[in-house]
């Protein structure tokens, strides 16, 4: 019998899922420093992708690229633009009125200003985007931390999952929309972008705040940002599957 790479895979995962389960810690730490078999685990298709977080380390970061690396040109995807008088007349002033409102499981709701969220701390990243079409792109970020809202908001422990509420909406009128967990929320490239490329994030790349989340697909990453809501469940949302095109059959987790 042929052993395949992916039966092969599915072995390594339940066995390292046995070693978890029995709560061996030594084992576990010695698999976690098996390059090989993370390499395998990493360029799986279909693997257990929780399993794959755990054993590859949350704070895992992904790849950062150097200025020279920067795409000289970046497509701009999804829907357009949310071509709304209050929206147009917002951006010609630099989003005086927008907010991003933040709600749901916290402790201390809250709306922040632009300018308010350019004052917290910020990281700047240049990273590559990938499109589940197959194209990528390398752009620098700028941006504030998702873990700084956090902080600020204060989400209850019901909370599991954050929400992103955008303001634009396909042909039939449905707004686009995504969550992570906590997880994601947590790593340090995660962040609530305004700059692309040094200068304010353009309207075809969803001014004026856009989610980078460095460890998911170009889908995660919810542009034209209004409202971010922190849910124990994302189920009475849309569709009910975390997401715009999750509601349409993509994976929830779209790990690269
Ligand atoms: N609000 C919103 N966010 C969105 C989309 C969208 O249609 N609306 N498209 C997603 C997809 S499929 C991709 S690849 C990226 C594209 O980001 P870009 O326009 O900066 O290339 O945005 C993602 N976020
Ligand atoms: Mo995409």
């Not at 931390?145 to 449905?174: N, W």
């Not at 692309?196 to 309207?203: G, K, T």
Request: proline share 5%; hydrophobic share 35%.
């Amino acid at each position: 019998m042929n052993l395949s790479r992916r039966s092969l895979l599915l072995g390594a995962v339940q066995g390292a899922g046995l070693l978890l389960l029995s709560g061996c810690e030594k084992a576990f730490n010695s698999l976690q420093q098996n390059r090989k078999f993370l390499s395998l685990l990493e360029s799986a298709e279909g693997a257990n992708q929780h399993l794959q977080r755990l054993l590859t380390g949350k704070n895992k970061l992904a790849q950062e690229f150097t200025e020279q690396d920067i795409s000289r040109y970046f497509k701009p995807n999804g829907n357009p633009p949310p071509i709304t008088m209050d929206y147009t007349a917002d951006a010609a002033k630099q989003w005086p009125a927008w907010r991003l409102e933040i709600s749901g499981s916290v402790k201390q709701p809250a709306r922040f200003s632009l300018p308010e969220l350019r004052s917290m701390p910020s990281r700047t990243q240049i990273t590559r985007h990938d499109c589940v079409e197959g194209w990528s792109a390398i752009a620098k970020w700028k941006g504030v931390p998702l873990t700084e809202i956090m902080q600020r908001v204060q989400p209850t422990p019901e909370a599991k999952y954050v929400v992103f509420h955008c303001m634009d909406t396909d042909d039939s009128g449905a707004h686009y929309y995504e969550s992570i967990d906590f997880l994601d929320a947590h790593h340090p490239q995660t962040i609530l972008a305004y700059e692309m490329n040094d200068r304010a994030l353009p309207i075809e790349h969803g001014a004026p705040l856009r989610l980078r989340i460095e460890t998911q697909l170009g889908y995660k990453h919810a542009k034209y940002i209004r409202k971010i809501d922190f849910v124990a469940s994302y189920e009475n949302i849309a569709a009910g599957k975390g997401g715009y095109w999750e509601d349409q059959g993509y994976e929830w987790y779209a790990g690269i």
